[in-house]
């Protein structure tokens, strides 16, 4: 378990399955998300996910449930979604529940999770990418240290039209240097 201010980064657990997939129907919240996740999933196949998270011999996948600090309420997910073992580069994810945006807790979330990654993983990178139209996503990566390495044009289709998808890094200097 990992704390910032706001936030505490678990494991996940088999009673958030239900929860997690109201907050993912919440409108533009999948949408901004990778191709996977944009159909409606299935409870058996969101379980399926979230159990395979918790398993211990997944070395390269962590997946955490974002709880509020205060009230212990599950609001959203974040995690590496690879880990490059011979580069020591991660590729991370996360998405906070409509409620609770604006309110600090994606910036909080981001800090404890690269933190982790550093701290615990010492990973060399991190990287990510979003899809052009995520401002909100743009403003807190960039508030974090990421930089903007390439953009991949009209690589997604959403909306009803391509849209490009803009790949950051985060080496552990830039890191620690806006903490
Ligand atoms: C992108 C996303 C993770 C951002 O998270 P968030 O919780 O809304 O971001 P934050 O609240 O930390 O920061 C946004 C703004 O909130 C406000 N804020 C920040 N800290 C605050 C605090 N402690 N108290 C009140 N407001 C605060 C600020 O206005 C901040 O903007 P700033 O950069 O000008 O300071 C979130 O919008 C989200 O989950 N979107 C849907 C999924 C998604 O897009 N995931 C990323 C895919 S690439």
Redesign the pocket.
């Known amino acids: 378990m990992f704390q910032g201010q ?1 936030v505490t980064l678990r494991a996940y657990k088999t009673e958030d399955v239900e929860v997690s997939l109201k907050l993912l129907e919440e409108e533009g ?1 999948r949408d ?2 990778s191709m996977e996740v944009i159909f409606p999933y299935s409870t058996d196949s969101q379980k399926a996910y979230i159990e395979n998270s918790m398993k211990k011999n997944n070395k390269n996948v962590y997946n955490f449930a974002i709880e509020d600090k205060k009230t212990k309420q599950y609001i ?1 997910s974040c995690g590496i979604n690879e880990y490059d073992m011979n580069q020591r580069i991660a590729t991370i ?4 529940s409509k409620d ?9 979330t981001l800090q404890v999770l690269c933190k982790f990654i550093f701290d615990e993983l010492n990973a060399f990178k991190i990287t ?4 052009d139209f ?1 401002e ?2 743009a ?2 990566y960039k ?1 974090i240290g990421f930089v903007t390495e390439g953009i991949h044009r009209k690589e997604q289709f959403r909306y009803g039209k391509y849209h490009n998808r803009i790949y950051m890094g985060l080496f552990r200097e830039e890191f620690f240097k806006s903490e």
């Open positions: 706001l919240l901004t998300l959203g994810g996360l998405w906070i609770f945006q604006n309110k600090g807790y994606g910036t909080d990510l990418f979003y899809f995520n909100n996503a403003k807190l508030k």
